[in-house]
């Protein structure tokens, strides 16, 4: 079965972590599977990163649970949210 992981980049891989700290992360799923409902994994992982994204985004009277950067992953923004180990690898 294909496999999702959060990798954790700068200050969070470096375990330097501060309360300003935002989170660097990258995405990274494993596998070309279809799933029942006939999504691909990489749509599937897509949509669980943005779940994500968006809950740790939720804020109260002192602002968002996490603040997430994603733009470390290859390509930035026009790179899809979750990327493939393969992908990730070239």
Known sequence: ????????LGKLGGQEMSYKSD???VVLHSGDAVTVQ???????????????????????????LL???LRLRPLGSH???????EAWKQ
């Not at 809950?55 to 009277?61: G, H, I, L, N, R």
Request: charged share 15%.
């Open 38 to 64: 006939g999504i691909t994994s990489q749509e599937y992982f897509e949509r669980l990163s943005q779940m994500m994204l968006q809950q740790c985004a939720v804020s109260d009277t002192l602002g968002p």
């Open 23 to 25: 989170l660097d992360i």
């Open 67 to 69: 603040r997430m950067d």
């Open 1 to 8: 079965p294909p496999r999702f992981l959060v990798l954790g």
């Open 79 to 85: 790179n899809s949210l979750a990327i493939s180990v």
